[in-house]
């Protein structure tokens, strides 16, 4: 039973809240399926039309919401939607040698979507600067202004703890480790800054505009450098109690392996990472091939090149036998810089997780490639940016951004 003394009391803080939460939920619904009508909104959020009412008349007064008429059923009806003009968010996913900027407006609009090369080990203040300045010049190319920005959101490789948006290993990126990178961000932008494991992003990315639309419990995994897995659990993004959940990468693979940069031995990384790929071809192939050349080679009938990517197939499924016995995701999205080799990478993939994992969890769990490519965690990063805006949308009831 709960005690007396630390349950809230009701009062205008927690009425303030509970008109915060209604409201975001109408502004989430809004921007997931676009145009409604409010019967619909009340219908989608379970809110009472009252309720949903008062809160549309408030997001129209300020700005926020659109109305046109229109007829349904022979009735007079009028449908709603959120006013793309009324500002902007912006995605970047960092990796260890690239830079990904997208604009959106609050319809899911993708307005620009820009990739930087950059220089290996390059450094945080260096991001930081470059950054805002490619944000300000891709505002002007889109007709906006920073101060339109309602928020931003950060894609980085690796662990992201939530309670500091500190990335916790400097395996990829050296240097960013415990840099409170939202903090540098927000004072260089001066806009709110959300920060993310890519692979978090990339499943979010999905979720929104790629294969995992419809579905509810589904894994992104990227396999790069590293490997990751951005997990969705009945509909929502599951990250963790420290931020670490679909650290899949450091899945042990072999007990009596090589030790990883984890402290772990044998972890799927050093037997499927883009760098152990490589580094098996290099007696055989050119020291300075890339990952794409590797798999065009693959493509174009070189066994080594072959062999390689097909054992990280099976590696990779190993990991995911274990995934699916463990959560029983409908669906298995694969993307990053390996997806490239289709199934030369996903079918060995597909064969070693049935072959391992509960029959009916295997069989429920499809592979199938990102359908965003190398779009996946900037567009994560995007709708991560538009679920801070909702945020924004609610606590700033005075604010409008025209």
Known sequence: M????????????????LREANTQRV??????????????????????????????????????VRTAPTGEGGRRSVDLSLDPTAGVVVGVDFGNRHRRIAVSDLAQNILVD???????????????????????????????KRSQVLALAIGLPGPVDPATGQLGSAAILPGWAGVPVGEAFEAALGVPVAVDNDANL??????NWGAGRGFRDFTYLKVTTGIGAGLVIDGRLYRGAAGTAGE??????????????CGNRGCLELFAGTPALLELLHRSHDGSMTVREMIELSEAGDTGCRRVVEDAGRHIGVALANLCNLISPRLIIVGGELAAAGD????????????????AAAQRAEIVPSELGDHA???????LALLESAHHLV????????
């Not at 090369?117 to 950054?131: I, N």
């Open 2 to 17: 709960e005690s007396t003394s630390t349950r809230p009391r009701r009062g205008i803080g927690s009425l303030s809240r």
């Open 27 to 64: 502004v989430e619904v809004l921007r997931l399926h676009g145009t409604l009508t409010q019967a619909d909104v009340a219908r989608a959020t379970q809110l009472s039309p009252a309720t949903v009412s008062n809160i549309v008349g408030d997001l129209r007064r300020r700005g926020f």
């Open 114 to 144: 820009e990739h930087h090369p950059l220089p290996l080990e390059h450094r945080v203040d260096d991001g930081v600067r470059d950054t805002v300045v490619d944000v300000d010049r891709l505002l002007l190319q889109c007709g906006r």
């Open 202 to 207: 990339g499943a979010l990315g999905e979720m």
């Open 248 to 261: 899949i990468g450091h899945t042990t693979i072999d007990e009596n392996g090589p030790v990883c940069r």
């Open 344 to 359: 030369a990478l996903l079918q060995p993939m597909r064969e070693s997780m049935a072959r391992r994992a509960v029959p």
């Open 377 to 383: 965690s900037v567009l994560g990063a995007v709708a």
């Open 395 to 402: 606590a700033a009831p005075s604010a409008t951004r025209r």
